[in-house]
Antibody
């Protein structure tokens, strides 16, 4: 059974950085293309970006709003995907979910609050 | 970016009655591989989204038969044949044919 557990969220000030983690289990992580999706308070779902498997190049794609501020990486030895976020803005306040497949269960997400 | 437009944005339904949600995409979601990459999710209160339908009309494992998806190209519909109390939440359509992946605004379904 697919299990995804996000962590690392918290309260940060505008301009600060934060690294989110997503620990995966129940599937062959090294083969999975991992995605981050976020949801602002009371808002809809927004795709953040994804990372391909290393065998598919390990490259990343991002939403335009990221604008070089976020980096997705992975550690296949730890079955973990990361979202490094820098220059955080108030509009980045959201629950961040990692997704292994569009038909697999999502994790519970981790809340990031950017506020002075 | 592909814009996904859902209607209505909210729906109040009597238990046992049908419900229907429309999702229109600004571009065709038909891929050259013959598949159409349109998904439907339900986000129940306080929970992450869960997939209901994938590739337009395929009900995911464990999803009740009262849920069905249809459509093609740019026009899609999610139907609930007889709404039950457990169906409350926000329904989203999503496309995965093009980056960035995009979601509809969501349709909030409540029970009368």
């Amino acid at each position: 059974e697919v299990q995804l557990v996000e962590s690392g969220g918290g309260l940060v000030k505008p301009g600060e950085s934060l690294r989110l983690s997503c620990a995966a289990a129940g599937f062959t992580f090294s083969k999975a293309w991992m995605t981050w999706v976020r949801q602002g308070p009371g808002k809809g779902l927004e795709w953040v970006g994804r990372i391909r498997s290393k065998s598919d190049g390990g490259t990343t794609d991002y939403a335009a709003f990221v604008k070089g501020r976020f980096i997705i990486s992975r550690d296949d030895s730890q079955n973990t995907v990361y979202l490094q976020m820098t220059s955080l803005k108030s509009e980045d306040t959201a629950v961040y979910y990692c997704v292994s497949s569009w038909t697999a269960p999502w994790g519970q997400g981790t809340l990031v609050t950017v506020s002075s | 970016d592909i814009v996904m437009t859902q209607t209505p944005l909210s729906l109040s339904v009597t238990p046992g009655q049908p419900a229907s949600i429309s999702c229109k995409s600004s571009q065709s979601l038909l891929h050259s591989d013959g598949k159409t990459y349109l998904y439907w999710y339900l986000q129940k209160p306080g929970q992450p989204p869960q997939v209901l339908i994938y590739e337009v009309s395929n009900r995911f494992s464990g999803v009740p038969e009262r849920f069905s998806g249809s459509g093609s190209g740019t026009d899609f519909t999610l139907k609930i044949s007889r709404v039950e109390a457990e169906d409350v939440g926000v329904y989203y359509c999503m496309q995965s044919i093009q980056l960035p992946r995009t979601f509809g605004q969501g349709t909030k379904v409540e029970i009368k």
